[in-house]
């Protein structure tokens, strides 16, 4: 059943000479999540975020960190990023051969589970480990770069993600990140979604504008 709406706004798009100041005014403003986009260069064309800038940034915020791998290989690097306090770890699908063994060393380590598919990526991808999710993760744009456009025939997926959640009678979250504006915010709660992913949609304004962007991306 899809739960209310919760935003998780991305720190890739945040002032990251301030990266502690911009994480303690999004949870004052009401962000749910702190979400960290961590792309290694390798798997996606961009270098960001390591498990030393998590560590860092822990004691900023109480919120939950969720953090985004979007590297590979991952295995190596799932043990240091739950040291470093993500409290949800988010693996894609395409990133390496064991998927299975990604997502149970996840859930070895005390940590919520999550799995990102690519827009090229079909559902069916994560058929076979959803019973063992915390989270399905849909992206609405090609990885690697913020400030992309929605790409609006994952609304789809996302739809047939809800239908293949809620037949599981499992409480998984049904994320989507990629483009998530005022506009296409209400297009993806429609099709199911009840986490969305925004980081220019919520930076926008600078501080004093943080607590409205959330509340108009909540809906």
């Not at 009401?30 to 940034?57: E, K, R, Y």
């Not at 306090?85 to 589970?113: F, M, N, W, Y």
């Amino acid at each position: 059943m899809q739960q209310p709406v919760r935003i998780a706004p991305s720190i890739l798009a945040s002032d990251f000479a301030r990266l502690g100041e911009e994480v303690r005014a999004i949870e004052a403003a009401g962000a749910d999540f702190i979400h960290v986009d961590v792309m290694d260069g390798h798997f996606v064309p961009n270098l960001t975020i390591g498990s030393g800038v998590v560590a860092a940034l822990r004691s900023h915020s109480d919120r939950p960190f969720d953090a985004h791998l979007m590297i590979s290989p991952v295995d190596p690097y799932l043990d240091e990023f739950a040291t470093a306090g993500a409290d949800i770890i988010t693996v894609q699908a395409e990133a390496g051969p064991h998927l299975h063994r990604s997502v149970q060393r996840v859930r070895g380590l005390g940590k919520h589970c999550g799995v990102a598919l690519n827009p090229a990526t079909p559902v069916a991808a994560i058929e076979e480990v959803i019973d063992d999710l915390d989270l399905v993760l849909v992206m609405t744009v090609d990885p690697g770069f913020g400030g992309q456009s929605f790409l609006t025939g994952q609304l789809d997926k996302v739809r047939r993600l809800r239908a293949m959640i809620d037949e599981s009678g499992r409480a998984i979250d049904l994320q989507v990140d990629g483009g998530i504006n005022f506009n296409t915010a209400p297009q993806a709660i429609e099709a199911g979604a009840d986490i969305l992913v925004a980081g220019t949609a919520v930076f926008r304004g600078g501080p004093e504008a943080y607590a409205n962007n959330i509340r108009r991306l909540r809906g």
